[in-house]
């Protein structure tokens, strides 16, 4: 069940960002892109790397920090958080599994996208794709949570093959957030993230604390989560630190294909407290 304290700690996390501005005039997180737009919608802080020719120095003259004029294109955009229902993310050891923890991250953006008045997509992918859509309402990330406690996870995902179609349904530049654990093959992975190098890409994978450290020994039964396979082995402490090294080089090559298209990667435990998990990666 997805915990619904995680939406008052975005309430929260939305106030500490509104107080980086006064009172004189509005400020909300940086959006996924910057536009050229004729209408000034309202300021950002100033960023390493901004045109300091949008810099107000009326604000620079009354608060002595520097804050970016946002035109109306910055508004403009749209986040698309393309989340894995497979039957993998129906795994926990801990109180909380997988496809619950990405959830609510991608409730988060659900959130955030509503507060600042962007568009937002929420689709999940497994075996098929199913297109969730939001209007400009706080009101429609209860129902996306509504919608999310009731799924059911299943099937194995075919990321490479649903996520070239969706990729055809994007029609402008657009923030892209993909929320899995990723275990699969990387050259699938490889493959599929190159259609998206022209967006800018968060990569965020998922996994319980077991599948990376894996302590378990002695003779046990393996069943693969998605196909239901069931293998019988003993487990040494040579086979267990053979299995540790190809998790642990699968994650980094997962990482390596993110950052290799201009994207951002992002790996989170399930036990890695949601809020300092959400923060993070809005704040990179």
């Known amino acids: 069940m997805i915990d619904t304290t995680f939406i008052s700690q975005l309430k929260r996390f939305n106030i500490i960002i509104n107080k980086k501005v006064t009172s004189s005039f509005t400020g909300a997180r940086k959006s996924a892109f910057t536009g050229q737009g004729l209408i000034i919608n309202d300021f950002r802080p100033y960023e390493s790397g901004d045109d300091y020719r949008a810099i107000d120095w009326k604000i620079y003259a009354r608060t002595d920090e520097f ?22 993310m129906d795994y926990g050891t801990t109180k909380i599994k997988k496809f619950e923890y990405a959830s ?14 962007e ?12 297109y969730l859509r939001a209007k400009k309402s706080s009101n429609q990330v209860l129902g996306f949570l509504d919608y999310l406690n009731e799924v059911k996870c299943k099937g194995v995902i075919k990321f490479h093959d649903e996520l070239k179609k969706y990729k055809k349904s994007i029609k402008s530049k657009s923030l892209v957030v993909i929320i ?29 604390k077991s599948e990376t450290n894996f302590n378990v020994y002695g003779s046990i039964v393996l069943e693969d989560s998605e196909t239901g396979k069931k293998l019988e082995t003993f487990i040494s402490e040579r086979k267990r630190q053979e299995y540790r090294k ?17 994207g951002k ?17 809005v704040n990179d």
């Open 67 to 88: 804050f970016v004029k946002r035109f109306e294109a910055e508004r403009n955009l749209t986040a698309h958080v393309l989340l894995d229902v497979s039957k993998s």
């Open 104 to 117: 609510m991250l991608a409730l988060g953006f659900a959130y955030l996208s509503a507060r600042n008045n």
């Open 119 to 130: 568009k937002f997509h929420l689709t999940l992918v497994s075996d098929k794709t199913e």
């Open 180 to 208: 899995s654990d990723f275990l699969f093959d990387i050259e699938e992975i490889r493959r599929t993230l190159h259609y998206y190098k022209n967006h800018e890409v968060k990569v965020i994978q998922i996994l319980d």
């Open 246 to 262: 190809k998790i642990y080089d699968h994650i980094l090559d997962v990482e390596r294909e993110t950052l290799s298209m201009g």
């Open 265 to 281: 990667f992002f790996l989170f435990s399930t036990e890695q407290p949601l809020f300092e998990a959400f923060y993070k990666i």
